[in-house]
């Protein structure tokens, strides 16, 4: 009688690790898509910060430029 208590003790252990470990192994899936779904994400992020870079350096280019063809009318305009 005892055994067979000690017998239902230790299955009741091993079950309970059992489920423990499918637990875990469901826990590392779940860690892992989400870590594969936020390094998309930054590498989404990072390339629109490259693109909005690019695009705020142009309009500076392009602000730049108005600002020299504004001053050469004035220059030319009061010059004569």
Same mark, same amino acid.
């Given at each position: 009688?005892? $055994? ?6 230790? $299955? ?25 779904? $936020? ?37 030319? $305009?009061?010059?004569?």
């Amino acid at each position: 009688m005892r $055994l067979r208590k000690e017998k239902e003790t230790n $299955l009741e252990a091993i079950n309970r690790i059992y489920m423990d470990s499918k637990r875990a192994e469901a826990r590392v899936v779940e860690c892992t898509d989400q870590i594969r779904s $936020l390094s998309i994400d930054r590498t989404n992020i990072a390339m629109d910060i490259a693109s909005a870079r690019a695009q705020q350096e142009k309009l500076e280019t392009e602000i730049k430029q108005h600002g020299e063809d504004t001053e050469g009318a004035r220059e030319r $305009l009061f010059s004569g």
